[in-house]
Structure formats: C-alpha cells, structure tokens
C-alpha cells in the first residue's frame, strides 16, 4: 500500500503560479510512475501531468508549455509547478502512482490501472 498526500493548493489570481507537492510513503521500494490529475465541477477525471521512474513526462496540450512535473531525488516526492494559471485550471488536483504503467504516457492514457490516489488539494483561479 502507497499513502499519498498532496499540499500547496489555494486561491490565486490568473497569470500567477502556484506549486504542488505530494510525498509517498509506505511500500515506496516499488519503481512506480507518479503524476497528477484534476477533476473541475461537473466534470471527468482527466490528467495533469505524468512522469515515469526514469523521469520521462507526458503532459496533454491544455497545460503543455505552462505546467511543470518532477520528481525529487529519493523518488518518493511529486511536484507541479503551475505558471500562466488560467480560470478553466480551477479544480481538485489529485496525486497519484501506479506499478502498473512503467511509461508516463500510459499511465496517462489508462488511468484505470492506477492503484494509489491522494485525496486532493484545491486549487481555484480566479480573473
């Protein structure tokens, strides 16, 4: 079992930055890739960013170029450094990791195979 725990939400104006951190811990031997994803109000889960144990990314066009994923160097840690935030960013972000997808893309892109969710920070742009 991996307990995960995200922090760093809050209110803030659009244009600014904020960072999100998220710490791993307990069965954190595995090798697992970790990211981010966001769910708005009335909306679907959709993902963020992702990154693999080696550090390769994958980010949908919505946030290309303004997001940011890394991990810190005991691997345990996630981090999203968000630039150029826009209203249409204000969501629940969730962190999350998974054994079961060694890519960034395909934890991406299957979501369902994820074993591990923190329970979200908040993050509300405002105009």
């Known amino acids: 079992q991996v307990h995960m725990v995200e922090s760093g939400g809050g209110l803030v104006q659009a244009g600014y930055s904020l960072r999100l951190s998220c710490a791993a811990s307990?069965?954190?031997?595995?090798?697992?890739?970790m990211g981010w994803f966001r769910q708005a109000p009335g909306k679907e889960r959709d993902v963020v960013a992702t990154?693999?144990?080696?550090?390769?990314?994958y980010y949908p066009d919505s946030v290309k170029g303004r997001f940011t994923i890394s991990r810190g160097a005991a691997k345990n840690t996630v981090y999203l450094q968000m630039n150029s935030l826009k209203v249409e960013d204000t969501a629940v972000y969730y962190c999350?990791?998974?054994?079961?997808?060694?890519?960034?893309?395909?934890?991406?892109?299957?979501?369902?195979?994820?074993?591990?969710w923190g329970k979200g920070t908040l993050v509300t742009v405002s105009s």
């Open positions: 999350a990791a998974t054994a079961l997808s060694n890519t960034a893309q395909s934890m991406a892109l299957f979501p369902g195979r994820i074993e591990w």
């Open positions: 307990g069965r954190t031997s595995t090798t697992y890739s």
């Open positions: 990154i693999s144990w080696s550090d390769n990314t």
